[in-house]
């Protein structure tokens, strides 16, 4: 199929053996990579492939690739100068509202070939943006007003993210809303923290990787299975923490230099918290669900297969949005999940610092309930 946005057939199915960066006029390339994937990025701004490299430069290139993904990204004066516009004909698949109280609507062409993620603009947060997802080929075209009209936490957390996202699926990859940490001893041993906003996982995860973890997310991360066993694969090490875990981690008291954002959050790299800390990817070895509580001592309850089943499939699909078809692959991926890690929940007092003990002695195989 032709692409409109990419005519340069050449550029796109070109494999690059390094990472590399060229300044020819105005256009600004990169070749970067997710995992085993290649990202070959273009842009109009250095602002923007600086925010790119930030996001995908954590990732060496890989010995083997599975596949490579052209991303364009390309500022303009506003909205109306965006080259490539929605259709006439289309059809509107979700309406969300994101974190930032920005909206956020997905559309699809009649052909299903194409797919349009349109974000309506929230100053001081964000301008207007539109991105492009080619389903036939894995070309992606993210258009943007110019960069001072967005926060860059919000470029990278859901306009790059969400972009980058949609296309991983065709290489095996699967996101997911959870924090990722392994054992201090044992990056070959992790476990997902399951919950959804405000369920604490992001404190748990940090007083974890403080504690000696290894740390590979505080909210999303991507699964994937490969020789019959789901890992989980970092996506950023960039977090983002509340007022309340700055409270609970005298670590974390460094932070209060940091200017908030209107969610009361601050942003950092996790190896600002603990140098060696991150984590690319590992095995999921146990499966955790927080729950916060103002009891004064913290519990840890056992669940069974098929409870587990319901809080994955609970987190995992009736909180996101999927598509019918999408949601039968993430259930049948989920079941894998159930049957591969035990499940607990973890009932966690807002008081106490004893959730990453917890953790660590499931690591050990040693229960505290």
Not at 76 to 92: E, M, N, T, V
Not at 127 to 153: D, F, K, W
Not at 154 to 175: H, I, K, N, S, W
Request: proline share 6%.
């Amino acid at each position: 199929m032709r692409n409109e946005a990419h005519p340069d057939a050449d550029a796109i199915n070109r494999v690059p053996t390094q990472a590399t960066c060229t300044h020819s006029g105005q256009l600004l390339q990169k070749a970067l990579f997710f995992h085993d994937v290649s990202v070959v990025c273009r842009t109009n701004q250095p602002e923007v492939l600086a925010l790119l490299e930030e996001m995908l430069g954590i990732f060496p290139q890989p010995e083997r690739m599975r596949g490579e993904i052209m991303y364009d990204v390309f500022c303009y004066g506003g909205a109306s100068q965006f080259p490539l516009q929605l259709p006439p004909a289309r059809k509107r698949t979700e309406t969300l509202r994101l974190l930032t109280n920005t909206r956020l609507k997905y559309y699809e062409s009649l052909d299903l070939a194409t797919e349009y993620q349109s974000f309506d603009a929230l100053p001081p947060i964000n301008g207007s943006a539109l991105t492009v997802i080619n389903r036939v080929e894995p070309v992606i075209t993210t258009q943007l007003e110019m960069p001072e009209r967005y926060q860059p936490a919000f470029l990278r957390r859901y306009v790059f993210l969400l972009a980058l996202g949609q296309v991983m699926g065709r290489f095996g990859f699967e996101p997911f809303h959870a924090a990722a940490v392994t054992a201090p001893w044992d990056a070959q041993h992790g476990a997902l923290i399951i919950g959804g906003s405000g369920s604490g996982k992001t404190t748990l995860s940090i007083g974890c990787a403080i504690a000696g973890c290894g740390f590979l997310g505080d909210d999303l991360v991507m699964l994937r299975a490969q020789d019959s066993t789901i890992a989980a694969y970092a996506i950023t090490r960039e977090v983002s923490v509340r007022s309340s875990s700055l409270d609970l981690w005298g670590d974390l008291a460094f932070l209060r230099r940091y200017p908030a954002d209107l969610r009361d959050k601050r942003y950092c790299s996790i190896e600002a918290i603990r140098s060696g800390s991150a984590r690319l990817q590992t095995p999921v070895r146990l499966l955790l669900f927080p729950v916060l509580t103002s009891e004064a001592k913290s519990q840890l309850i056992p669940l069974s297969k098929a409870r587990t089943l319901q809080e994955l499939i609970e987190q995992g699909i009736n909180r996101t949005h999927q598509q019918r078809q999408a949601r039968e692959s993430m259930f049948a991926f989920l079941s894998l999940l159930a049957q591969q890690a035990p499940g607990y929940q973890l009932i966690i007092s807002r008081s106490a610092q004893d959730g990453p003990q917890m953790i660590h002695s499931l690591f050990t195989g040693v229960s505290h309930v």
